[in-house]
């Protein structure tokens, strides 16, 4: 008992986080494919947008050139 509800309980816990944190990614994933489909679909050479800079906080954004995106992949890298 002592087992379950402690080592158990705290490692689905960490679990469940993990899980989380992984769907989270996955969906920013999808968002990103979603939209790099509509750019390609629709064929939009230009582009206004709203881009949010923290809690909920959007500012209107321009993109005047769609050619190139630019995906940050982490550490500071990103992916052309």
Not at 42 to 62: I, M, P, R, W
Request: aromatic share 8%; proline share 1%; net charge negative.
């Amino acid at each position: 008992e002592h087992l379950v509800n402690e080592q158990l309980k705290s490692d689905l816990q960490q679990v469940l986080e993990r899980r989380d944190a992984l769907y989270e990614r996955i969906a920013h994933c999808l968002e990103l494919r979603n939209n790099m489909t509509m750019l390609l679909d629709e064929q939009l050479h230009s582009l206004k947008t709203k881009v949010n800079l923290g809690c909920d906080f959007y500012v209107d954004a321009s993109i005047p050139d769609t050619s190139w995106v630019y995906v940050s992949v982490g550490l500071g890298f990103h992916a052309q």
